[in-house]
């Protein structure tokens, strides 16, 4: 399967290689897809979730997880929700996923596998976003995780705000 990215190559999700992680690609895809499926009440990008997970953290690997933990969805472009990923129709989905989040940190040196912090800090993230920009009528987002204080979440930057402010800190934080 070949899709092509931004920079005109082929890629295949399910068979990803080193050059495939291109920065920007990844910056500009995680800059145009929107949290929660579309579904929220204005654009938020998963470009924005990555910067805020990344200042939750001192430790300089954690920093690096938290910008990259979506990277399979800045190659992708899908932001797929849990209940439809962890099904079992989408196991090979999440075999990708997992393969590219170890090349992620093979190719940055990071530790392996995804500390847990990092999984705890972006299920605390997701329930904070999920009352920010979700409609929570007829869900208690909290019974999945202690929310951060809303006010972490800031204004919701545009396509291009969070495109120059991810890359920007990725090669900060990268190079």
């Not at 392996?112 to 976003?129: C, G, N």
């Given at each position: 399967?070949?899709?092509?990215?931004?920079?005109?190559?082929?890629?295949?999700?399910?068979?990803?290689?080193?050059?495939?992680?291109?920065?920007?690609?990844?910056?500009?895809?995680?800059?145009?897809?929107?949290?929660?499926?579309?579904?929220?009440?204005?654009?938020?990008?998963?470009?924005?979730?990555c910067?805020?997970?990344?200042?939750?953290?001192?430790?300089?690997?954690?920093?690096?997880?938290?910008?990259?933990?979506?990277?399979?969805?800045?190659?992708?472009?899908?932001?797929?929700?849990?209940?439809?990923?962890?099904?079992?129709?989408?196991?090979?989905?999440?075999?990708?996923?997992?393969?590219?989040?170890?090349?992620?940190?093979?190719?940055?040196?990071?530790?392996?596998?995804?500390?847990?912090?990092?999984?705890?800090?972006?299920?605390?993230?997701?329930?904070?976003?999920?009352?920010?920009?979700?409609?929570?009528?007829?869900y208690?987002?909290?019974?999945?995780?202690?929310?951060?204080?809303?006010?972490?979440?800031?204004?919701?930057?545009?396509?291009?705000?969070?495109?120059?402010?991810?890359?920007?800190?990725?090669?900060?934080?990268?190079?």
């Amino acid at each position: 399967m070949l899709v092509m990215n931004a920079s005109g190559r082929m890629i295949n999700p399910y068979e990803l290689n080193t050059v495939d992680f291109e920065p920007r690609i990844i910056a500009q895809t995680l800059s145009r897809t929107c949290r929660f499926w579309g579904q929220t009440s204005e654009f938020y990008s998963v470009a924005q979730h990555c910067l805020i997970m990344e200042e939750l953290f001192e430790d300089l690997d954690l920093k690096k997880w938290a910008l990259g933990h979506e990277v399979f969805e800045g190659l992708t472009g899908m932001d797929v929700p849990s209940p439809i990923k962890h099904s079992p129709a989408m196991n090979e989905y999440r075999n990708a996923e997992n393969k590219a989040l170890e090349m992620f940190a093979e190719i940055y040196s990071l530790s392996k596998p995804m500390p847990d912090e990092i999984k705890i800090a972006d299920k605390r993230l997701m329930v904070t976003e999920a009352l920010r920009f979700m409609n929570s009528v007829n869900y208690d987002w909290t019974q999945i995780a202690q929310p951060y204080n809303l006010s972490i979440i800031g204004k919701p930057l545009s396509m291009k705000e969070a495109e120059i402010a991810f890359i920007t800190r990725w090669y900060e934080l990268f190079d």
